[in-house]
């Protein structure tokens, strides 16, 4: 997953205040400096929880960067399954949206589609 797990939602759908000057600092690792926000996540916060799938050749490869210690995970991998996604898409995420609550968080897309072909009907109209 080289992005971060989500960001804020506010005004914008992308909004602002990931990293304020009374939060911590924006780490610029790799690995780490696409990270949207380092705030705790306190209560009434609007957050997406968004993993991704990505098929791209340096990661598949293991091309992490010399500074990026991350153990290569081919011994996971099906090599023939991700060639053939890869002829029709590069990744995807499906997004949720989530509030954080007092004693944990409300996700606000769990009745959204998640399957295959929940999500595909949908694109069709």
Known sequence: MPHGLGHLIGLEVHDVGGYLKNTPARVMKPGLKN???ARSLEKNTFIT??????????LLNGDFGADLAVAHPAKYLNRDLIIEYQKEISGVRIEDVVLITADGCDNLSKDLPRTVEEIEACMKH
């Not at 968004?50 to 050749?57: A, H, I, S, V």
């Open 35 to 37: 990270l949207r926000t």
């Open 49 to 58: 929880v968004e993993p991704g799938c990505y098929f791209r050749d340096f």
